[in-house]
C-alpha cells in the first residue's frame, strides 16, 4: 500500500511553490510526521512532513516548481524498516574525533582552489544546503542548523555565509590579478514577491516621503536608568523599537488614515478601509528576504508584551520558521535600516497600506541642548523618514504624524501619560 506525499494548502493566497530540498533520498524510509521536503512560497519556506512510514519515492525533483494539491512523491507502507538505526548512515553526525587535521598551506607559486572539508558529507543537512555549503567551501560542521532532528537547512547554510564573508568562500587569486566569475542562480519564489510587491507600490501608489530627526537622549537616558530592573522583572531587554511602537500606535490614534487602505468599493470605485485596532508589522531580515510580521493590537501591549513579541519575531524569522497568518493583515510597517548602519533612507510602501515609517541609525551630532535651550551640543540624533500615499494622506497630515512620534520620543513621558 501506498500513501502519496502532497503539498499541502498554505494559505488563501499561496497556489504554488518550489521544491527546495528533498529532507529523505529517494529510497530511503522515513517516519510518520517526520520531514520529507522543504518547500518555498513567495511567502514562507515550510516544511512538509511525510503523511505515514514507509519507503520514500521521489516523483518530483529539487528544483521544481509545484501546484498546491498536487502529489510529488509516495511512501511504500508495505516496505519493512530496515534493520538498525533507520537514518541513512549518509546523515549521521561525524564523531569528533574523525574530524581531519587542517592541511599544511600550500606553496605561494601553487594555488589550490579552496574546497569543502570532506567532513561535509557526514554532516545532517538537505541536499540544497549541503551542495551551497560544498559551493562555497564552508565546513557544515561549523554551522548550527534549524531543521528537524538538528538538519542543516539552506537558510542556516547562507546565514553562517552572511557573516564569514572573508572566511572559507573567498576567491581563490589567479596570477596576474584576481578571478573574474559570472554565477546564475534561481530567484526564490519570496524573493520574487519581494520584487513584485515594491514594484506594485510604486507603480500604484501616489508615494511620497517626509523626513524629520529625533533626539534620542531622553530615551537612551531612560533606558540606562530601568533597563536592569526592566530586565529582572519581565526576563527581556527594554530596545528602541518599543519605545517607536508605543509612540506610533499612540500617533495613529490621532491620525486614523494613516491607519488605512485603499481598497475597491461595492461599485467599484476606490474606497477608504479604517481600523480601529493597530497591528504593527516590523520588518525582519531573514536568511531568505525581508519578512514582515505583525504585532497584533499593539496598542493594547505593555513595553514588556512588544519586546517579547518582537524578540520571538525575529528569532522565528532568521529560522525560517515565520507563518504566513503572522505576515499578513499588517495595518502600518516600520522598518530599522539603523541596525545596519543606514543614515537615511526612503522606505517603500507595504501595499495595501497607507505609509511606513523608517528609523536610521544614531548619530551624534551638534544640536540644541534640551536642558539649555540656546546652547549647542552633541547629541545622540536619528533621521526619521515616513513613506505614505498621497492619494489617501494629505502631507500636513503626514509631517503631523511624524511630529508627533518625535514628540514622544524626546519626552517618553508622553507615552505614560498618553499626551
Known amino acids: 500500500m501506498s500513501t502519496q506525499i502532497v503539498i499541502p494548502n498554505v494559505g488563501e493566497s499561496v497556489t504554488s511553490g518550489v521544491i527546495a530540498a528533498w529532507t529523505v533520498a529517494d529510497g530511503a524510509y ?82 589550490t582552489p579552496v574546497a569543502a572539508p570532506a567532513s561535509n558529507a557526514d554532516v545532517k543537512a538537505t541536499p540544497l544546503a549541503r551542495k551551497l555549503a560544498d ?105 528602541f523599537m518599543s519605545f517607536f511602537v508605543k509612540a506610533t500606535t499612540q500617533a495613529l490614534q490621532k491620525f486614523p488614515l494613516i491607519n488605512s487602505y485603499i481598497i475597491k468599493g461595492d461599485n467599484g ?15 525582519v531580515s531573514g536568511p531568505k528576504g525581508l519578512v514582515v510580521p505583525v504585532i497584533r493590537s499593539a496598542e493594547d501591549l505593555t513595553f514588556a508584551g512588544i519586546e517579547s513579541s518582537i524578540k520571538e519575531m525575529a528569532l522565528r524569522a532568521r529560522a525560517g520558521k515565520i507563518t504566513l497568518e503572522e505576515m499578513q493583515g499588517g495595518t502600518f510597517t516600520i522598518t530599522n535600516g539603523g541596525i545596519f548602519g543606514s543614515l537615511m533612507s526612503t522606505p517603500i510602501l507595504n501595499p495595501p497600506q497607507a505609509a511606513i515609517l523608517g528609523m536610521h541609525t544614531i548619530k551624534k551630532r551638534p544640536a540644541e541642548d534640551p536642558s539649555n535651550p540656546g546652547t549647542i551640543s552633541l547629541r545622540p540624533m536619528m533621521y526619521l523618514a515616513l513613506s505614505y500615499d498621497h492619494r489617501i494622506v494629505d502631507g500636513a497630515e503626514a509631517v503631523q504624524f511624524l511630529v508627533s512620534i518625535k514628540d514622544a520620543i524626546e519626552d517618553p513621558a508622553r507615552l505614560m501619560l498618553d499626551l
Open 269 to 283: 470605485k476606490p474606497a477608504i478601509q479604517k481600523h480601529t485596532y493597530n497591528d504593527i508589522a516590523i520588518a
Open 30 to 111: 522515513v517516519e510518520r510526521d517526520e520531514t520529507v521536503l522543504e518547500l518555498e512560497t513567495d511567502k514562507v519556506t515550510m516544511e512538509v512532513p511525510a503523511p505515514a512510514s514507509g519507503v520514500v519515492k521521489h516523483m518530483a525533483a529539487e528544483g521544481d516548481e509545484v501546484d498546491v494539491g498536487a502529489a510529488v512523491g509516495e511512501i511504500d507502507e508495505s516496505a519493512p524498516k530496515p534493520a538498525g538505526d533507520a537514518t541513512p548512515a549518509p546523515e549521521a553526525p561525524a564523531p569528533a574525533e574523525s574530524t581531519p587535521a587542517p592541511a599544511a598551506p600550500a606553496p605561494a607559486s601553487t594555488p
Open 135 to 239: 559551493d562555497k567551501g564552508f565546513d557544515l560542521g561549523s554551522i548550527a542548523g534549524t531543521g528537524a532532528s538538528g538538519r542543516i537547512r539552506e537558510q542556516d547554510v547562507l546565514a553562517y555565509i552572511q557573516t564569514h564573508q572573508d572566511g572559507a568562500n573567498a576567491a581563490p587569486a589567479i596570477s596576474g590579478g584576481i578571478a573574474r566569475e559570472v554565477s546564475v542562480e534561481r530567484m526564490s519564489p519570496m524573493r520574487q514577491a519581494i520584487a513584485s510587491r515594491l514594484v506594485e507600490a510604486q507603480q500604484t501608489a501616489a508615494m511620497l516621503t517626509t523626513f524629520n530627526e529625533v533626539d534620542m537622549g531622553a530615551v537612551m537616558d531612560m533606558r540606562k536608568l530601568h533597563k536592569e530592573a526592566f530586565a529582572d522583572k519581565h526576563g527581556i531587554n527594554l530596545g
